[in-house]
Protein backbone atom coordinates (compact mmCIF):
# COMPACT_ATOMS: atom_id res chain seq x y z
CA UNK A 1 0.00 0.00 0.00
CA UNK A 2 2.58 2.59 0.78
CA UNK A 3 4.72 1.78 -2.48
CA UNK A 4 1.55 2.05 -4.57
CA UNK A 5 0.51 5.43 -2.97
CA UNK A 6 4.11 7.25 -3.27
CA UNK A 7 4.51 5.99 -6.80
CA UNK A 8 1.32 7.48 -7.52
CA UNK A 9 1.82 10.96 -6.80
CA UNK A 10 5.88 10.63 -7.69
CA UNK A 11 6.81 10.70 -4.05
CA UNK A 12 10.52 12.05 -3.90
CA UNK A 13 13.05 13.14 -0.29
CA UNK A 14 12.61 16.30 -1.93
CA UNK A 15 9.00 17.43 -2.41
CA UNK A 16 9.64 19.89 -5.57
CA UNK A 17 10.50 16.62 -8.09
CA UNK A 18 7.97 15.68 -8.10
CA UNK A 19 6.23 18.22 -10.35
CA UNK A 20 8.83 16.98 -12.96
CA UNK A 21 6.11 14.33 -12.94
CA UNK A 22 3.21 15.85 -13.79
CA UNK A 23 1.45 15.42 -15.93
CA UNK A 24 0.90 11.65 -14.96
CA UNK A 25 3.11 9.10 -16.79
CA UNK A 26 3.11 5.36 -17.26
CA UNK A 27 4.80 4.59 -13.01
CA UNK A 28 1.37 6.76 -11.86
CA UNK A 29 -0.99 4.50 -14.06
CA UNK A 30 0.67 1.47 -13.11
CA UNK A 31 0.40 2.02 -9.81
CA UNK A 32 -3.60 3.19 -10.35
CA UNK A 33 -4.25 -0.16 -11.64
CA UNK A 34 -2.52 -2.08 -8.53
CA UNK A 35 -4.94 0.22 -6.49
CA UNK A 36 -7.98 -0.83 -8.33
CA UNK A 37 -7.62 -4.53 -8.25
CA UNK A 38 -5.92 -4.52 -4.51
CA UNK A 39 -9.91 -4.02 -2.91
CA UNK A 40 -8.36 -1.99 0.16
CA UNK A 41 -10.93 0.37 0.90
CA UNK A 42 -7.99 2.41 2.66
CA UNK A 43 -7.04 3.78 -0.40
CA UNK A 44 -11.09 5.47 -0.78
CA UNK A 45 -9.51 8.89 0.82
CA UNK A 46 -6.70 9.26 -0.75
CA UNK A 47 -8.48 8.67 -4.41
CA UNK A 48 -10.75 10.44 -3.26
CA UNK A 49 -8.22 13.62 -2.75
CA UNK A 50 -6.58 12.93 -6.22
CA UNK A 51 -10.20 12.97 -7.87
CA UNK A 52 -10.67 16.48 -6.67
CA UNK A 53 -7.37 17.72 -7.47
CA UNK A 54 -7.48 16.10 -10.68
CA UNK A 55 -4.14 16.83 -12.42
CA UNK A 56 -4.53 14.68 -15.60
CA UNK A 57 -5.57 11.73 -14.40
CA UNK A 58 -9.54 11.63 -13.02
CA UNK A 59 -10.16 8.83 -15.42
CA UNK A 60 -8.09 6.57 -13.98
CA UNK A 61 -8.92 8.07 -10.19
CA UNK A 62 -12.35 7.68 -11.03
CA UNK A 63 -12.24 4.03 -12.23
CA UNK A 64 -9.60 2.92 -9.74
CA UNK A 65 -11.36 4.92 -7.01
CA UNK A 66 -15.21 2.99 -8.44
CA UNK A 67 -13.78 -0.53 -8.08
CA UNK A 68 -12.37 -0.27 -4.44
CA UNK A 69 -15.34 1.34 -3.05
CA UNK A 70 -18.08 -0.50 -5.01
CA UNK A 71 -19.83 2.76 -5.62
CA UNK A 72 -20.22 6.01 -7.77
CA UNK A 73 -20.87 9.12 -7.23
CA UNK A 74 -21.01 11.82 -10.00
CA UNK A 75 -18.54 14.67 -8.16
CA UNK A 76 -15.50 14.90 -6.06
CA UNK A 77 -17.56 17.15 -4.09
CA UNK A 78 -20.22 14.14 -3.69
CA UNK A 79 -17.33 12.06 -3.10
CA UNK A 80 -15.98 14.28 -0.33
CA UNK A 81 -19.57 14.10 1.35
CA UNK A 82 -19.49 10.16 1.40
CA UNK A 83 -16.65 9.87 3.13
CA UNK A 84 -17.62 12.68 5.71
CA UNK A 85 -21.13 10.76 6.05
CA UNK A 86 -19.26 7.16 6.43
CA UNK A 87 -15.41 7.61 7.09
CA UNK A 88 -13.64 4.70 5.33
CA UNK A 89 -10.26 3.54 7.28
CA UNK A 90 -6.86 5.35 6.54
CA UNK A 91 -3.74 4.15 5.68
CA UNK A 92 -0.73 4.55 7.92
CA UNK A 93 0.90 8.29 7.22
CA UNK A 94 -2.34 9.36 5.49
CA UNK A 95 -1.75 12.33 6.56
CA UNK A 96 1.76 13.36 5.56
CA UNK A 97 1.07 11.73 1.92
CA UNK A 98 -1.87 14.38 1.39
CA UNK A 99 0.17 16.67 2.38
CA UNK A 100 2.59 15.48 -0.22
CA UNK A 101 -0.05 15.44 -2.83
CA UNK A 102 -1.20 19.18 -2.23
CA UNK A 103 2.35 20.17 -2.11
CA UNK A 104 2.30 19.84 -6.15
CA UNK A 105 0.46 23.59 -5.53
CA UNK A 106 2.21 24.48 -2.52
CA UNK A 107 5.29 23.40 -0.25
CA UNK A 108 3.61 24.91 2.95
CA UNK A 109 0.95 21.96 2.85
CA UNK A 110 3.42 19.60 3.83
CA UNK A 111 3.26 21.73 7.14
CA UNK A 112 -0.18 22.32 7.21
CA UNK A 113 -2.18 19.02 6.74
CA UNK A 114 -2.21 17.46 10.14
CA UNK A 115 -0.16 14.11 10.75
CA UNK A 116 -1.01 13.27 14.00
CA UNK A 117 -4.54 13.02 13.33
CA UNK A 118 -5.20 15.73 16.25
CA UNK A 119 -7.76 17.93 15.94
CA UNK A 120 -9.69 18.00 11.88
CA UNK A 121 -9.30 14.50 10.62
CA UNK A 122 -7.14 15.02 7.20
CA UNK A 123 -9.81 13.55 4.72
CA UNK A 124 -11.79 16.36 5.86
CA UNK A 125 -9.74 18.98 4.47
CA UNK A 126 -10.63 19.97 1.06
CA UNK A 127 -8.28 21.61 -1.12
CA UNK A 128 -9.59 25.35 -1.76
CA UNK A 129 -8.47 25.91 -5.26
CA UNK A 130 -5.60 28.13 -4.22
CA UNK A 131 -2.49 28.16 -2.21
CA UNK A 132 -1.29 29.87 0.85
CA UNK A 133 0.57 33.09 -0.50
CA UNK A 134 -3.08 34.81 -0.79
CA UNK A 135 -1.70 38.68 0.12
CA UNK A 136 -3.35 39.43 3.53
CA UNK A 137 -3.53 42.85 4.61
CA UNK A 138 -0.89 43.09 7.51
CA UNK A 139 -1.12 46.71 8.65
CA UNK A 140 -4.46 48.37 7.31
CA UNK A 141 -4.42 51.78 5.35
CA UNK A 142 -7.27 53.62 6.27
CA UNK A 143 -8.51 56.77 5.58
CA UNK A 144 -11.27 58.58 7.13
CA UNK A 145 -15.35 58.10 6.24
CA UNK A 146 -15.76 61.81 5.49
CA UNK A 147 -12.92 61.59 2.81
CA UNK A 148 -13.97 58.28 1.72
CA UNK A 149 -14.82 58.58 -2.39
CA UNK A 150 -15.60 54.83 -3.67
CA UNK A 151 -18.53 53.01 -1.75
CA UNK A 152 -21.62 53.34 -2.75
CA UNK A 153 -24.00 53.79 -0.32
CA UNK A 154 -25.57 49.89 -0.86
CA UNK A 155 -22.26 48.34 -0.35
CA UNK A 156 -21.45 46.14 2.36
CA UNK A 157 -19.20 46.92 4.96
CA UNK A 158 -18.21 44.98 8.84
CA UNK A 159 -18.10 47.38 11.25
CA UNK A 160 -16.90 48.01 14.86
CA UNK A 161 -16.33 49.94 17.56
CA UNK A 162 -13.46 49.60 19.82
CA UNK A 163 -12.45 51.38 22.79
CA UNK A 164 -14.51 54.97 21.13
CA UNK A 165 -12.88 53.89 17.84
CA UNK A 166 -15.16 53.17 14.69
CA UNK A 167 -13.93 50.94 11.65
CA UNK A 168 -15.18 49.63 8.65
CA UNK A 169 -14.09 46.92 6.20
CA UNK A 170 -15.70 46.81 2.75
CA UNK A 171 -16.34 43.58 1.71
CA UNK A 172 -15.52 44.29 -1.74
CA UNK A 173 -11.38 44.68 -0.13
CA UNK A 174 -11.57 42.15 3.02
CA UNK A 175 -12.82 39.08 0.70
CA UNK A 176 -9.81 39.06 -1.95
CA UNK A 177 -7.80 39.26 0.91
CA UNK A 178 -9.40 36.79 3.56
CA UNK A 179 -7.11 38.58 6.75
CA UNK A 180 -6.87 41.93 7.52
CA UNK A 181 -4.98 43.07 10.48
CA UNK A 182 -5.12 46.36 12.55
CA UNK A 183 -5.20 48.66 15.03
CA UNK A 184 -8.79 49.74 16.76
CA UNK A 185 -9.08 51.87 20.00
CA UNK A 186 -4.90 50.76 20.87
CA UNK A 187 -5.59 47.37 20.46
CA UNK A 188 -4.10 45.24 18.08
CA UNK A 189 -6.88 43.76 16.02
CA UNK A 190 -7.32 40.96 13.16
CA UNK A 191 -10.94 40.63 10.93
CA UNK A 192 -11.48 37.28 8.91
CA UNK A 193 -13.53 37.21 5.81
CA UNK A 194 -14.53 33.96 4.90
CA UNK A 195 -16.07 33.93 0.96
CA UNK A 196 -18.08 30.78 1.16
CA UNK A 197 -18.74 31.00 5.16
CA UNK A 198 -20.56 34.23 3.91
CA UNK A 199 -19.55 36.48 6.44
CA UNK A 200 -16.73 37.98 8.30
CA UNK A 201 -15.41 38.09 12.02
CA UNK A 202 -13.06 40.20 14.35
CA UNK A 203 -10.58 39.55 16.88
CA UNK A 204 -8.25 40.21 19.02
CA UNK A 205 -4.42 39.81 18.14
CA UNK A 206 -3.65 38.41 21.49
CA UNK A 207 -4.84 34.72 21.99
CA UNK A 208 -5.37 32.92 24.66
CA UNK A 209 -1.77 31.23 25.36
CA UNK A 210 -1.04 35.30 25.37
CA UNK A 211 0.77 35.31 22.02
CA UNK A 212 0.07 37.68 18.89
CA UNK A 213 -0.17 35.65 15.96
CA UNK A 214 0.54 36.28 12.03
CA UNK A 215 -2.27 35.35 9.98
CA UNK A 216 -2.64 34.03 6.17
CA UNK A 217 -5.31 31.72 4.58
CA UNK A 218 -4.68 27.84 4.08
CA UNK A 219 -7.26 27.59 1.34
CA UNK A 220 -8.27 24.35 3.07
CA UNK A 221 -12.00 24.01 4.11
CA UNK A 222 -13.83 21.82 6.45
CA UNK A 223 -17.23 22.16 6.27
CA UNK A 224 -16.98 24.60 4.13
CA UNK A 225 -15.30 27.11 6.21
CA UNK A 226 -12.02 28.27 4.78
CA UNK A 227 -9.49 27.73 7.57
CA UNK A 228 -6.24 29.85 8.30
CA UNK A 229 -2.74 29.10 9.35
CA UNK A 230 -0.43 31.10 11.82
CA UNK A 231 3.05 31.57 10.03
CA UNK A 232 4.41 31.03 14.02
CA UNK A 233 3.27 27.44 14.00
CA UNK A 234 1.71 26.09 10.73
CA UNK A 235 -1.42 26.06 12.97
CA UNK A 236 -4.74 25.52 11.81
CA UNK A 237 -7.62 27.68 12.67
CA UNK A 238 -11.73 28.10 12.40
CA UNK A 239 -12.33 31.46 11.11
CA UNK A 240 -16.09 31.26 12.51
CA UNK A 241 -15.03 29.83 16.18
CA UNK A 242 -11.61 31.48 16.62
CA UNK A 243 -10.49 28.45 17.60
CA UNK A 244 -7.28 26.14 16.29
CA UNK A 245 -8.60 23.11 15.13
CA UNK A 246 -4.90 21.41 14.31
CA UNK A 247 -1.55 21.75 14.42
CA UNK A 248 0.86 21.91 17.07
CA UNK A 249 -1.98 24.58 18.90
CA UNK A 250 -5.01 22.27 19.10
CA UNK A 251 -3.57 20.45 21.55
CA UNK A 252 -3.40 23.75 24.10
CA UNK A 253 -7.12 24.53 23.18
CA UNK A 254 -5.59 28.28 21.88
CA UNK A 255 -8.73 30.26 20.66
CA UNK A 256 -8.87 34.31 19.97
CA UNK A 257 -11.15 36.27 21.61
CA UNK A 258 -14.15 37.84 19.58
CA UNK A 259 -14.72 41.54 19.06
CA UNK A 260 -18.67 42.47 18.24
CA UNK A 261 -19.09 43.02 14.56
CA UNK A 262 -21.76 44.08 12.52
CA UNK A 263 -22.85 43.57 8.66
CA UNK A 264 -24.56 46.37 7.04
CA UNK A 265 -24.11 49.08 4.43
CA UNK A 266 -21.83 51.49 3.98
CA UNK A 267 -24.57 54.35 4.13
CA UNK A 268 -25.77 53.39 7.17
CA UNK A 269 -22.21 52.85 9.11
CA UNK A 270 -21.01 56.42 7.57
CA UNK A 271 -24.32 57.98 8.83
CA UNK A 272 -23.63 56.65 12.45
CA UNK A 273 -19.75 56.84 12.26
CA UNK A 274 -18.98 59.76 9.91
CA UNK A 275 -15.97 60.24 12.16
CA UNK A 276 -14.80 57.09 11.72
CA UNK A 277 -11.99 55.22 9.49
CA UNK A 278 -12.64 52.91 6.64
CA UNK A 279 -10.12 50.75 4.68
CA UNK A 280 -8.47 52.73 1.86
CA UNK A 281 -8.93 51.20 -1.88
CA UNK A 282 -5.15 52.02 -2.08
CA UNK A 283 -3.96 48.38 -0.39
CA UNK A 284 -0.62 47.71 -2.01
CA UNK A 285 -2.34 44.88 -4.32
CA UNK A 286 -3.61 45.32 -7.85
CA UNK A 287 -7.34 43.80 -7.83
CA UNK A 288 -10.88 44.13 -9.38
CA UNK A 289 -12.32 45.94 -6.00
CA UNK A 290 -15.52 46.20 -7.58
CA UNK A 291 -18.66 45.56 -5.77
CA UNK A 292 -19.49 41.81 -5.74
CA UNK A 293 -16.44 40.97 -7.79
CA UNK A 294 -14.32 39.35 -5.20
CA UNK A 295 -17.95 36.47 -4.64
CA UNK A 296 -18.53 35.81 -7.92
CA UNK A 297 -17.32 32.37 -7.43
CA UNK A 298 -19.41 31.94 -4.48
CA UNK A 299 -22.60 34.16 -5.27
CA UNK A 300 -25.84 32.82 -6.13
CA UNK A 301 -24.83 29.15 -5.17
CA UNK A 302 -28.15 27.69 -2.90
CA UNK A 303 -25.66 25.17 -1.31
CA UNK A 304 -22.31 25.57 0.29
CA UNK A 305 -19.47 25.80 -2.41
CA UNK A 306 -17.42 23.15 -0.83
CA UNK A 307 -18.41 19.59 0.03
CA UNK A 308 -20.10 19.38 3.18
CA UNK A 309 -21.76 15.97 3.96
CA UNK A 310 -24.36 16.87 6.65
CA UNK A 311 -26.70 20.32 6.99
CA UNK A 312 -28.40 21.33 9.95
CA UNK A 313 -31.95 21.54 8.89
CA UNK A 314 -33.21 24.03 11.16
CA UNK A 315 -32.72 26.70 8.76
CA UNK A 316 -32.14 26.80 5.01
CA UNK A 317 -28.28 26.55 4.35
CA UNK A 318 -27.68 30.24 3.55
CA UNK A 319 -30.06 32.21 5.62
CA UNK A 320 -27.83 34.92 7.34
CA UNK A 321 -27.49 34.81 10.90
CA UNK A 322 -25.49 36.42 13.80
CA UNK A 323 -23.96 33.94 16.42
CA UNK A 324 -23.09 35.29 20.16
CA UNK A 325 -22.45 33.21 22.80
CA UNK A 326 -24.49 34.05 26.00
CA UNK A 327 -23.63 32.56 28.86
CA UNK A 328 -22.27 29.51 27.73
CA UNK A 329 -25.02 28.92 25.07
CA UNK A 330 -24.21 29.23 21.79
CA UNK A 331 -27.20 30.97 19.67
CA UNK A 332 -27.92 32.25 16.27
CA UNK A 333 -30.41 34.80 15.50
CA UNK A 334 -31.62 34.82 11.61
CA UNK A 335 -30.78 38.48 10.40
CA UNK A 336 -33.34 39.10 8.35
CA UNK A 337 -36.20 38.43 10.94
CA UNK A 338 -34.48 40.98 13.23
CA UNK A 339 -34.06 43.68 10.59
CA UNK A 340 -37.89 43.57 10.33
CA UNK A 341 -38.37 43.54 13.87
CA UNK A 342 -35.81 46.20 14.33
CA UNK A 343 -35.42 44.95 18.40
CA UNK A 344 -35.22 41.41 20.16
CA UNK A 345 -35.11 41.14 23.42
CA UNK A 346 -34.81 37.56 25.99
CA UNK A 347 -33.62 35.89 28.58
CA UNK A 348 -30.88 32.77 27.95
CA UNK A 349 -28.71 31.23 30.36
CA UNK A 350 -29.69 34.07 32.99
CA UNK A 351 -28.47 36.60 30.47
CA UNK A 352 -30.85 39.53 29.45
CA UNK A 353 -29.98 39.94 25.51
CA UNK A 354 -31.31 42.57 23.34
CA UNK A 355 -30.65 42.85 19.65
CA UNK A 356 -31.75 46.11 17.61
CA UNK A 357 -31.26 47.05 13.98
CA UNK A 358 -31.72 49.87 11.82
CA UNK A 359 -33.84 48.44 9.96
CA UNK A 360 -33.57 45.70 6.50
CA UNK A 361 -30.16 45.77 4.70
CA UNK A 362 -28.51 47.90 7.99
CA UNK A 363 -27.40 44.68 10.03
CA UNK A 364 -27.72 43.67 13.56
CA UNK A 365 -26.22 44.08 16.98
CA UNK A 366 -26.54 42.93 19.98
CA UNK A 367 -26.37 43.84 23.60
CA UNK A 368 -25.94 42.76 27.14
CA UNK A 369 -29.05 44.56 28.83
CA UNK A 370 -28.17 43.41 32.47
CA UNK A 371 -31.82 43.18 33.33
CA UNK A 372 -33.12 46.36 31.75
CA UNK A 373 -35.94 46.37 29.62
CA UNK A 374 -36.08 47.87 26.06
CA UNK A 375 -39.75 48.68 24.28
CA UNK A 376 -39.34 50.41 21.33
CA UNK A 377 -36.23 51.52 19.04
CA UNK A 378 -36.42 54.43 16.52
CA UNK A 379 -34.49 56.77 14.34
CA UNK A 380 -31.84 55.54 11.95
CA UNK A 381 -28.16 55.97 11.48
CA UNK A 382 -26.83 58.76 13.85
CA UNK A 383 -30.31 58.84 15.58
CA UNK A 384 -30.92 55.65 16.37
CA UNK A 385 -31.98 55.00 19.95
CA UNK A 386 -33.76 53.01 22.28
CA UNK A 387 -35.80 53.91 25.15
CA UNK A 388 -36.58 51.18 28.06
CA UNK A 389 -39.96 50.56 30.19
CA UNK A 390 -39.16 53.53 32.91
CA UNK A 391 -38.99 56.43 29.89
CA UNK A 392 -35.55 56.67 29.61
CA UNK A 393 -33.58 56.74 26.40
CA UNK A 394 -30.34 55.11 25.04
CA UNK A 395 -28.27 56.23 22.54
CA UNK A 396 -26.63 53.59 19.94
CA UNK A 397 -23.76 52.62 18.95
CA UNK A 398 -21.68 49.05 17.50
CA UNK A 399 -19.41 49.31 21.50
CA UNK A 400 -22.85 50.16 23.70
CA UNK A 401 -25.96 51.34 24.53
CA UNK A 402 -25.65 54.66 26.51
CA UNK A 403 -28.60 56.11 28.63
CA UNK A 404 -29.09 59.48 28.06
CA UNK A 405 -29.71 60.59 31.37
CA UNK A 406 -27.62 59.10 34.00
CA UNK A 407 -24.88 57.92 31.45
CA UNK A 408 -24.86 54.41 32.47
CA UNK A 409 -23.88 52.04 29.55
CA UNK A 410 -25.04 48.34 28.57
CA UNK A 411 -21.85 46.52 26.50
CA UNK A 412 -22.18 45.16 23.19
CA UNK A 413 -21.46 41.58 23.16
CA UNK A 414 -19.06 39.85 20.18
CA UNK A 415 -21.33 38.66 17.31
CA UNK A 416 -20.70 36.93 14.11
CA UNK A 417 -22.45 37.94 11.02
CA UNK A 418 -22.46 34.73 8.65
CA UNK A 419 -24.34 31.83 6.24
CA UNK A 420 -26.40 29.30 9.08
CA UNK A 421 -24.51 26.31 8.02
CA UNK A 422 -21.43 27.88 8.60
CA UNK A 423 -22.32 29.17 11.94
CA UNK A 424 -23.98 25.25 12.99
CA UNK A 425 -20.68 23.75 11.73
CA UNK A 426 -18.36 25.84 14.09
CA UNK A 427 -20.62 25.63 16.79
CA UNK A 428 -22.94 22.34 16.10
CA UNK A 429 -24.88 22.68 19.40
CA UNK A 430 -26.01 26.04 18.78
CA UNK A 431 -29.35 26.83 19.55
CA UNK A 432 -31.99 29.15 17.03
CA UNK A 433 -34.20 32.37 18.41
CA UNK A 434 -37.15 32.08 16.34
CA UNK A 435 -40.21 34.92 15.97
Keep these: MRDALREVICWY ?12 GEASQRALERIATSGDRRFI ?7 WLDLGWERAVREALERVSGQRYATAAEWYAAIERDPPPLPDGYGEWKGRLLSLVDARYLDLVPKDGGGVRPERLVWAYGDTRSPTITSAKTIRAADERYLAASDVVFGLRLNGDSRAYPERILAWHGVAQDRAGGTDIVVFHCLPCGGAAAYRR ?27 TMSLWDPVSGR ?21 SWG ?4 RYGTGVVLALDTGFVRDYAEGAAMRGEGGL ?29 RAYPIEAIEQARMVQETVAGMTVVLISAGTGKGVQVYDAQGTR ?5 GTGANLEVSDRDGGRWFVDDERLLNARNG ?28
Design 206 to 232: AASDGRSYTFGVANLVTGSRRLLFDAE
Design 13 to 24: DDPGKARDCLPP
Design 268 to 271: EWKD
Design 408 to 435: RTRPALPSTPVWWFSWAGAHPDTTIWKP
Design 45 to 51: APLVDML
Design 374 to 378: FDKVS
Design 302 to 330: ERPQFPIAGLDPRLAAKVRVVGVNLGGVW
Design 244 to 264: VVAGSLAAKNVSLTPIPLART
